[in-house]
């Protein structure tokens, strides 16, 4: 299977910049397309996706929100943080199935 | 607009099954794969497999053959998962969530509210 680290934690101050990685174990990428993918979930609530296919923007997600990167290294920026941002990110692969996600960064204030 | 409404809280027995769904509404409920997701106490995802429902072809995660069995009732545009026998394990939130088909597109664009299936004696 393929493995997704991403650090437990991350704290930033408000209005700044957040940067969220993710690795991969092998590459998730394919031709030029990149096949990693970032969620958000706030307590309590179920994953809402923000980012496909590396660097694309879901429907009705802030464009703060940007995703970057190939091979086996992403990262989801959020530019600049707003309150509303404290939650868990989780990245997702779907190179190869079982599709897996990485074990969640939790994002808090400073 | 799409929505993904799962059925109530489930507490069960070490042994037993259980049986959750996943009612589909404001677009074709064939027209996209229902995958089915488990996520513990300990805020870990694992995919457990998907469900095309027009077909009821499956795919499962290895890791879960044997545990989850994924059905669809078309009528109904229901998705169901089953597990069985149960251990404190299987304890977790189960969530229903659709993708696209297309190889590459296997994200996952909508969410159930999500079920506790809590397992006790």
């Known amino acids: 299977d393929i493995v997704l680290t991403q650090s437990p934690v991350l704290a930033v101050s408000l209005g700044q910049r957040a940067t969220i990685s993710c690795r991969a174990s092998q590459s998730v990428s394919i031709s030029s397309i990149n096949l990693m993918h970032w969620y958000q979930q706030k307590p309590g609530q179920q994953p809402k996706l923000l980012i496909y296919?590396?660097?694309n923007l879901a429907s009705g997600i802030p464009a703060r929100f940007s995703g970057s990167g190939s091979g086996t290294d992403f990262t989801l920026t959020i530019d600049p943080v707003q309150a509303d941002d404290i939650a868990a990110y989780y990245c997702q692969q779907s190179r190869e199935s079982p599709f897996t996600f990485g074990s969640g960064t939790k994002l808090e204030i400073k | 607009q799409v929505q993904l409404q799962q059925s109530g809280a489930e507490l069960a027995k070490p042994g037993s099954s259980v049986k959750i769904s996943c009612k589909a509404s404001g677009y074709t409920f064939t027209s996209y794969a229902m995958h089915w997701i488990k996520q513990t106490t300990g805020q870990a995802l694992e995919w457990t497999g998907y469900?095309?429902?027009?077909?009821?072809?499956?795919k499962y995660n290895e890791k879960f053959k044997g545990k989850a069995t994924l059905t669809v009732d078309k009528s109904s545009s229901t998705a169901y998962m089953q597990l069985s026998s149960l251990t404190p394990v299987d304890t977790a939130v189960y969530y229903c969530a659709r993708s696209t088909f297309n190889y590459g597109s296997y994200y996952f664009d909508y969410w159930g509210q999500g079920v506790m299936v809590t397992v006790s004696s």
């Open positions: 296919r590396a660097s």
């Open positions: 469900i095309a429902p027009g077909s009821g072809g499956t």
